[in-house]
């Protein structure tokens, strides 16, 4: 059964940072892809950045572009994101979600309807004025 457990959300103030954690298990794949999605109240749930497995591929949302990294520890089954400068409109519960069709990751595939995602929890991020 797949399984991703989220980790490190949290209150924080504008132009703080955060690091979330997604930690995966439950599959065997060699080809995978993992997305960081976000969705705030009254809003659609979009995606944030996206890392694949078999070629390093990574997507970073123009809203988040220059502010978030995300990055993945193989060792431990784990993808990250690194979120600085963070602004009240990042507030938003984080989702993490992983793939298995998508060799090269782009816009058009780091979309919650593109492609069967199996989801985590979700965790939340808020960050006050």
């Known amino acids: 059964e797949v399984q991703l457990v989220e980790s490190g959300g949290g209150l924080v103030q504008a132009g703080g940072s955060l690091r979330l954690s997604c930690a995966a298990s439950?599959?065997?794949?060699?080809?995978?892809?993992i997305g960081w999605f976000r969705q705030a109240p009254g809003k659609e749930r979009e995606g944030v950045s996206c890392?694949?497995?078999?070629?390093?591929?990574?997507y970073v949302a123009d809203a988040v572009k220059g502010r978030f990294t995300i990055y993945s520890d193989n060792a431990k089954n784990t993808v990250y994101v690194q979120m600085n400068s963070l602004k009240p409109e990042d507030t938003a519960v984080y989702y993490c979600?992983?793939?298995?069709?998508?060799?090269?990751?782009?816009?058009?595939?780091?979309?919650?309807?593109?492609?069967?995602?199996?989801w985590g929890q979700g965790t939340q991020v808020t960050v006050s004025s």
């Open positions: 979600a992983v793939e298995f069709d998508t060799i090269t990751v782009a816009p058009h595939t780091c979309r919650p309807g593109a492609t069967p995602w199996y």
């Open positions: 439950g599959f065997t794949f060699d080809d995978y892809a």
């Open positions: 890392i694949s497995s078999s070629d390093g591929s990574t």
